[in-house]
């Protein structure tokens, strides 16, 4: 009998650790919107610009024409008002209209995700497919030459800049090799670079936190009890071992997915990609303030998804794990 109801007790312990993150992140999620609002009216009048369209070149619009402007947007009403309206319409996926090209910013953004994900899931294949080997590595191989190769390494990827790196593997590849090109998003090749760029520093915070990890995990207890049984070397690592050290892994796997969307527009710019971080900077370098204020917030979502997605894979890593709910 008792063993149903600890079943039962730590389902509704998970299921009280699940809604607790959604109740955070709904509070975080609304303070960001109103944080973003607020700094984009802050910004400026967007009433002139928004007037000036239509306008023959040289044309200056008039005051009424701006009062006109400013009144259909509703500038003239209080800024909670202003900001309940917004609020509503970003839930329904209206977030205005840009103020340089008159396209809606939601389509804009749905327009370069595709792009941005693209490049991120490529980067993120990369982090993984590396990251693992050189952590297992760098623990398994304590005090040989090999660990000491991997440790230099990985300190040399985590401290390169992202843009300087960029720029080493164009000249590196494309002008000194001539075997990928630098600029655009046309076919595989044109990938390899920016996702390069973007995992190096990632997959070396990652491999040297697993690494730390794994070694705590090899000394422990448990797993003098799974060598003592028998089991192989590989059995112990990988199936004990590995699945605990990847705990702490996941701790900072949202702030390193975050990295990457960070990354993507000084990477886009330099690789001349198209996407959230080019239409990023576009919107900032031409103060185009509904864009931004929409780029941000979605950045912003994405963030807090990851975050929240990683918060929910705790118990599925780490049994022992019994997230504060069941005693």
Known sequence: MGEPHDVLLEVRGRGCYAA???????????????????????????????????????EVPTAEQIAAVHHELGLDRPLPVRYGEWLVRAAHGDLGKSLITGQGVGEAIRGAVPATVGLAAAATMLLIMVSV?????????????LQQVVRVGTLAGASIPGFFLAYLLIYVFAVRLHLLPVFGSVGPKSMVLPAVTLAVGPTALVSRLLQKALVEELGDDYIRTARAKGLTETAVVVSHALR??????????????????????????????????????????????????????????????????????????????RLGAVS
């Open 244 to 321: 605990n050290a990847f705990l702490p892994v996941v701790t900072v796997l949202g702030n390193v997915l975050a990295r990457l969307l960070e990354g993507a527009v000084v990477v886009e710019l330099i690789f001349g990609r198209s996407g959230v971080g080019s239409l990023t900077l576009q919107a900032v370098g031409s103060s185009d303030y509904p864009m931004t204020q929409g780029v941000v917030l979605f950045a912003g979502v994405v963030v807090i998804a990851f975050n929240l997605a990683v918060d929910l894979t705790y118990p599925r890593l780490d049994p022992r794990v």
């Open 20 to 58: 607790r993150r959604l109740a955070i992140a709904g509070p975080t999620l609304l303070g960001l919107s109103f944080l973003i609002f607020l700094l984009g009216s802050l910004a400026g009048d967007p009433s002139g610009k928004i007037a000036e369209r239509g306008l023959l070149p040289g």
């Open 133 to 145: 080997p050189l952590g297992v590595v760098g623990a398994l191989l304590r005090g040989r030459w």
